[in-house]
Nanobody, 117 residues
Framework: QVQLVESGGGLVQAGGSLRLSCIAS????????VGWYRQVPGAQRELVATQTAGDMRNYAPFAKGRYTISRDNDKATPDLQMNDLKPDDTAVYYC???????????WGQGTQVTVSS
């Protein structure tokens, strides 16, 4: 099993930046795709960005040009640099990793990002 803990969320003014990090513990071997998702109350969790083991990145339309996903293969988890934040970016952000050996996706507990206008 893999345990994930996010950090870096908080309160920021519109136009500001935050950097989210994700730390893994447990069996961190053979992790392939990693990503970030977000969720607001009453809505489904939505994709923010993913990065494959081959470093292919995929961004949601709202994230393109403002967010950057990266990964340190030693950590096997992603970071998310968020720039030019908007009030609509307010959500709980979740780290996700997919482990091939277990064929299972793991989630963190989420970190709150609040953007004030």
């Amino acid at each position: 099993q893999v345990q994930l803990v996010e950090s870096g969320g908080g309160l920021v003014q519109a136009g500001g930046s935050l950097r989210l990090s994700c730390i893994a513990s447990g069996s961190k071997f053979d992790i392939s795709t990693v990503g970030w998702y977000r969720q607001v109350p009453g809505a489904q969790r939505e994709l923010v960005a993913t990065q494959t083991a081959g470093d292919m990145r995929n961004y949601a339309p709202f994230a393109k040009g403002r967010y950057t996903i990266s990964r340190d293969n030693d950590k096997a988890t992603p970071d998310l640099q968020m720039n030019d934040l908007k009030p609509d970016d307010t959500a709980v952000y979740y780290c996700y990793v997919y482990q091939r050996r277990s064929d299972y996706g793991y989630w963190g507990q989420g970190t709150q990002v609040t953007v004030s206008s």
